[in-house]
């Protein structure tokens, strides 16, 4: 793999391409009757639904198209290319947590494990009684949630493939005699076939959409959305940005809009457009704190996959599981320990990363600066939330050593590592606001869909307040961080709210 890659464009691919660049396709206030703006998996469900409906459908895609093969997953060159800012993203408090998020066509479906849960009936009950949302219940949703998983092949591994960095936290959970099952993915297996195909956006409803005649462009941001006059469309303005073209501003009339730009840049682009001022302000987000474990064996080898178990004993609120530990994420997860590079160099063959995320209390933000192209983003987590967290990490401890891991590096700086379950005991009750060093990549809810309009930013339906014809199809819709990986609930609900608005 070369460092600086070369765009894709129609003329390099042999086969029809799925998307075309920017620049070929835009005009000025040309009319759309459906304009999807990101590709996301709520986004490329909706372009996909409509374009099936018979609607006429244009996808507008801020980041570029990389087929699979081109890069490597879970590389630097991957962080480079397919995320927004190389990921050095942030969301600022105390302590700051930082954050990543997809930036390509099909958004995070691209980088992302391809872990698939469905909406816990948990989260389900307490949403309905909080936001006062009518028809949303778990047997409704269930026709939903299996349609997804039949669009998105959710298999679990075959024999033999399971990574043993996966089996040592289920080995582990076990002799703790706590719930660790294997959670199934987004992938595709074919006959006597142990790897599978990644069932990403661009894989699967994007073509389909594309297939049922939807336009998708690459490399076109929308900033601004202008509220329809008369009962007229919508007005959308776009900046083309592609590397080494000239910038290119254009202007598409919508009479429907879906957003689905992810739960911060939907925030942005409705603040910045003045057409919700609530919007940003429900921010949540699942913290993950890390615990890197050595074992005095091999347990890490390059191309190791994706582990899959997640100990799920303490209902949605805390859960664990394996993150990827390619030699780039451990370098980044070590930076809060003294010696860390050095470690990880001579080491890594014997280090794997493991987490334990929360659904936190506390809430955040996204909020626009005038002349930036980035929001603001802030999330303040209570004194409740970090003693949770530690918490979560005691117990991950416990596990670990349980498993047979010989020291635990943790991501809190000042704290030297762990030698045996006693060890544990050093973790402070409350973890330190000023000396933790938090991460997520599960943002959701800037857009909840409530009853009131004081209650959220949408309807019960995904339609933001007072715009029948603006639907918000993304994880920002989702009242709370669901308790866990939220793809799968996100696209249930997409298919919910869009199934409804086409009148099904
Ligand atoms: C490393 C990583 C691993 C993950 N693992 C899992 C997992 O295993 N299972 C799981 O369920 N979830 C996982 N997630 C989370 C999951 O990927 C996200 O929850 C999901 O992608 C959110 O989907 P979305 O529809 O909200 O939009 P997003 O995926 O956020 O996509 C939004 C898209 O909109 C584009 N966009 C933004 N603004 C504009 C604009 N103004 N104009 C045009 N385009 C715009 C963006 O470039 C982006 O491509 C992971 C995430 C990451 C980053």
Redesign the pocket.
């Known amino acids: 793999m070369t460092d600086k890659l070369p765009i894709p464009s129609e003329a390099d691919s042999q086969d029809e391409p799925l998307a075309l660049p920017a620049f070929r396709h835009m005009g000025q206030f040309e009319e759309h009757d459906v304009v999807v703006?990101?590709?996301?998996?709520?986004?490329s469900l909706a372009a996909c639904l409509m374009a099936e409906a018979g609607r006429e459908v244009l996808v507008?895609?801020?980041?570029d198209y990389w087929p699979l093969e081109a890069i490597e997953p879970f590389s630097s060159s991957e962080m480079r290319y397919k995320y927004?800012n190389g990921g050095i993203t942030m969301a600022l408090g105390r302590p700051t947590i930082q954050y990543?998020?997809?930036?390509?066509l099909?958004?995070?479906?691209e980088?992302?494990?391809?872990?698939?849960?469905r909406l816990p009936d948990e989260t389900v009950w307490n949403w309905t009684a909080r936001y006062g949302l009518e028809d949303f219940n778990p047997a409704e949703l269930k026709s939903h949630s299996e349609a997804v998983e039949r669009d998105l092949s959710v298999s679990l591994m075959p024999e033999g493939a399971i990574p043993e960095a996966s089996l040592v936290l289920k080995n582990g959970a076990e002799s703790l005699g706590w719930c660790c099952p294997e959670i199934p993915r987004y992938r595709r297996f074919g006959p006597n076939d142990s790897t599978g195909e990644r069932q990403t956006m661009i894989k699967t409803y994007l073509p389909r959409a594309k297939a049922a005649g939807a336009g998708i462009v690459h490399g076109?941001?929308?900033?601004r959305i202008k509220r329809p006059k008369n009962g007229g469309a919508y007005q959308l303005d776009i900046h083309i940005n592609k590397p080494d073209y000239p910038k290119i501003r254009a202007e598409v009339l919508a009479k429907t809009v879906i957003l689905?730009?992810?739960?911060v840049?939907s925030a942005l682009?409705l603040r910045r457009s003045g057409l919700s001022a609530k919007s940003g302000k429900f921010l949540h987000l699942h913290p993950t704190v890390k615990l890197i474990a050595q074992f005095d064996r091999v347990i890490n080898y390059p191309g190791l996959g994706v582990p899959v178990h997640q100990v799920k004993e303490f209902g949605s609120t805390m859960s664990f599981g394996c993150s990827i530990s390619s030699p780039h994420y451990m370098s980044v997860s070590m930076a809060s320990q003294p010696h860390g590079l050095e470690i990880v160099r001579d080491l890594w063959p014997h280090l794997i990363i493991y987490y334990a995320t929360i659904v936190p209390e506390g809430y955040g933000s996204v909020t626009p600066i005038p002349g930036f192209k980035e929001p603001l983003v802030r999330f303040k987590l209570t004194k409740r939330d970090l003693a949770a967290l530690s918490l979560a990490m005691k117990r991950l401890g416990r596990l670990l050593f349980a498993a047979g891991a010989k020291r635990l590096f943790p991501s809190v700086r000042g704290l030297d590592f762990f030698e045996n379950p006693s060890d544990l005991d050093k973790i402070p009750s409350v973890l330190p606001a000023g000396k933790s060093e938090l991460m997520t990549?599960?943002l959701t809810s800037t857009n909840p869909m409530a009853q009131t309009p004081e209650l959220g930013v949408t309807d019960q339906w995904g339609a933001l307040w007072g715009h029948k014809n603006l639907l918000i199809s993304?994880?920002?819709v989702l009242c709370s961080g669901p308790g866990v990986?939220?793809?799968?609930p996100?696209l249930t609900v997409a298919r919910r709210n869009l199934t409804h608005y086409l009148g099904g």
């Open positions: 703006i990101g590709s996301g998996p709520g986004a507008l895609e801020e980041g927004r990543v998020e997809g930036r390509c099909g958004g995070g479906s980088v992302n494990s391809g872990l698939h849960h076109a941001r929308a900033v689905g730009a992810g739960p840049g682009l990549i599960h993304d994880a920002s990986n939220p793809q799968g996100l």
